[in-house]
């Protein structure tokens, strides 16, 4: 038998195109290396133009599907997206308390590319009071990081980030692709300030999925074992490669080329 390569438990909802959700974190998982497992915390109704619905899956379901992996194969990391509801996002922390030392990677989604919203106040405070506390590095982009932070919409990011560090994040990635300016800049911090920042071309267009992307990609670098920093910048440059070699197969937002090693 093969060495068991690195496992990866995500927990997230389902997107039908395969562009974002637990799709996307499987695919980029596995593209990188390391063996996936899944937790559903919800069903979306949606394609590449939007979400129509989003359907929480009961806590009950969500901790017995996390158990039943758990207690039969060791986790490397944990991956977060759509927790689907508040008592979601509970149950989730419950479950993470119990493996201290796992690396958790929280990509907190709020809305859609088109604004559709994922998330609402309830859960957000679940996320600041239940799920922060537990996290080794939390990826908001530039609005949820404001959002997060409860700062206006033109407040500074470090100062965001610091208020999020605060509440208990380890680390925080703030990325800056709706921030203006010809490049992508991302920027790690920590509880002292920046600890890197990366510059990207920004590519044209729209992209499905990017975030779940990133943070699934930093996931499975760290369970291979990857210091914080390093794992980041694994990170950022397979989500760029994957971004270039993005694909339009519907009437909306390009899907990421996960697997562009392989064309």
């Known amino acids: 038998m093969s060495p068991t390569p690195p496992i990866v438990l995500a927990f997230a909802a389902s997107d039908p195109t395969g562009g974002a959700g637990i799709q996307a974190d499987l695919l980029t998982i596995a ?9 559903l915390t919800g069903l979306t109704a949606q394609d590449t133009r939007g979400v129509e619905s989003l359907l929480a899956i009961d806590p009950a379901w969500v901790t017995s599907q996390a158990r039943g992996v758990l207690d039969d194969m060791p986790v490397a990391a944990f991956k977060l997206g759509v927790m689907g509801s508040a008592r979601n996002a509970e149950a989730v922390a419950a479950i993470l308390a119990q493996h201290p030392r796992t690396a958790v990677v929280l990509d907190p989604v709020l809305a859609s590319g088109r604004g559709d919203a994922l998330s609402n106040s309830e859960t957000v405070r679940a996320l600041r009071t239940a799920l ?6 939390l990826t908001p982009n530039s609005l949820e990081a404001r959002r997060l932070a409860d700062a206006p919409p033109d ?6 980030a610091g208020k999020l560090a605060k509440l208990g994040c380890k680390y925080v990635l703030v990325t800056g692709a709706h921030e203006a300016g010809t490049e992508v800049v991302n920027t790690l911090y920590d509880a002292r300030g920046v600890v890197r920042q990366d510059r990207w071309e920004r590519l044209p267009g729209s992209y499905h999925g990017s975030g779940c992307t990133l943070a699934s990609a930093i996931a499975a670098f760290l369970a291979k074992g990857l210091e914080m920093g390093h794992a980041v910048r694994q990170a950022q ?3 760029w490669k994957s971004l ?12 990421p080329g996960r697997f562009f090693a392989n064309r």
């Open 31 to 39: 593209s990188l290396g390391c063996h996936p497992l899944s937790v």
């Open 132 to 137: 922060f506390p537990l996290t080794t590095v």
């Open 155 to 160: 407040s500074d990011l470090s100062e965001c």
């Open 237 to 239: 440059e397979f989500t």
């Open 244 to 255: 270039a070699a993005g694909f339009t197969p519907g009437r909306g937002q390009a899907i």
